[in-house]
């Protein structure tokens, strides 16, 4: 049992005379969650329960003690204790939490000073990215009615961003990511493959979406709305499945270099990359190939509707009818809004009946994720 007369002293004890000797007058302070001395209540009940917890299994021992006539157990030295070893583990507490705190700002700080200009970088092609991706989204989704003018501006747009990016890196020669050769840098660190990888993966983003923004401009007499969307899915898989190659060369310098008695350790590193990294490949490939099927085929939502059968407007685009088609749940629209609509949702816009496969990617977006590794 801990007690303060000094002749058996704890751990808890050596710790408050250090804190002592740093702030004095701490073992004498007031409790700061508990209620103070004017109002000291709540603290002893909460007091009262941690002792009993603490007595409890020593009862017996106590009780067999007294019995033999040789009980020296202060009820009052061992409140003292509990309640003082409590108030050392939370002073503790909240001395490493701050000091973890200030660790981290100080770690943040050398971060963004050594690598503020690639994080400023990094974010404005973030930015852009999203920007874009948002607006050709919107632009597809106004089928005809789409603004020419507009998707031409971020063609030009993305491209001088990509440009902006390798003439302020020129002497890096990042490009050269696109085509699985080195950039030039002295030594390939953690640092400088996520950087070279980062970027490389935001221009092929940035080629994707410009693709499809010369998908979106093309003339709907030459691609139909509801071929678009899967020219759109078919751009978007061949993009994932390129992108998954340019980080290869780039990880696999990075096991390997300085290696001279780690070879077999690097070796190791470096299969198990390239095998995951071929397995992705050849899921992206499947799902390519699918996408590719589905833009080859012709796709029926339903058939050709009657007079008898379509009513006074389609409920989609609150207009006259065009080309109508009947979806097997019996609901009647035009047939490029409902190819549209197709692109974005599974079911029928009325009756929520399953209609259409997996929606992803028809609808113009490019993924999100940066492919790192
Ligand atoms: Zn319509
Ligand atoms: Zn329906």
Not at 183 to 210: A, E, N
Not at 297 to 321: F, H, L, N, R
Request: with cysteine; hydrophobic share 40%; net charge negative.
């Amino acid at each position: 049992m801990a007690t303060h007369d000094g002749s058996d002293p704890t751990i808890s004890d050596r710790l408050n005379t250090v804190l002592e000797s740093f702030i004095p007058g701490l073992s004498t302070m007031e409790d700061p969650i508990l209620p103070g001395p004017r109002d000291n209540r709540g603290r002893q009940r909460a007091e009262e329960v941690i002792i009993n917890m603490d007595n409890e299994p020593q009862q017996s021992e106590r009780n067999s003690s007294a019995t033999a006539g040789a009980s020296n157990t202060n009820p009052q030295q061992d409140e003292e204790a509990v309640g003082g070893g409590l108030f050392d583990m939370r002073i503790i507490h909240t001395m490493s939490d701050s000091k973890l705190i200030i660790f981290a700002l100080i770690l943040l700080a050398k971060v963004l000073y050594d690598h503020g200009l690639g994080l400023l970088v990094f974010v404005g092609l973030t930015g852009t990215f999203g920007h874009h991706n948002v607006t050709l989204k919107r632009q597809v989704s106004l089928k005809h009615h789409r603004r020419a003018p507009m998707l031409a501006l971020m063609l030009i747009m993305l491209f001088f961003s990509s440009f902006f990016v390798y003439y302020v890196f020129e002497d890096q020669e990042l490009y050269k990511c696109l085509i699985f050769q080195q950039p030039k840098f002295q030594t390939f660190d953690l640092w400088t493959v996520l950087w070279c990888t980062g970027i490389t993966d935001y221009i092929l983003k940035y080629i994707t979406i410009s693709i499809k923004c010369v998908i979106g401009l093309l003339p709907h007499a030459a691609i139909s709305v509801k071929r678009k969307g899967r020219a759109f899915l078919t751009v978007e898989q061949a993009s994932q499945l390129f992108r998954i190659l340019p980080p290869i060369p780039l990880w696999v310098t990075y096991f390997n270099q300085d290696v001279e008695e780690t070879y077999i350790a690097a070796y190791i590193f470096t299969i198990a990359y390239v095998l995951s990294k071929a397995y992705v490949f050849y899921v992206r490939f499947t799902s390519m190939v699918v996408a590719i099927k589905q833009l080859l085929s012709e796709v029926q939502y339903g058939v050709a509707a009657t007079k008898d059968q379509i009513g006074d407007s389609c409920p989609i685009c609150q207009d006259d009818y065009t080309n109508p088609i009947q979806l097997n749940c019996k609901h009647v629209f035009c047939e490029d809004c409902v190819g549209l609509w197709f692109d974005r949702e599974r079911t029928c816009p009325m009756c929520r009946a399953k209609i259409a496969d997996n929606p992803a990617w028809r609808d113009g977006s490019t993924s999100l994720f940066i492919q790192f590794f």
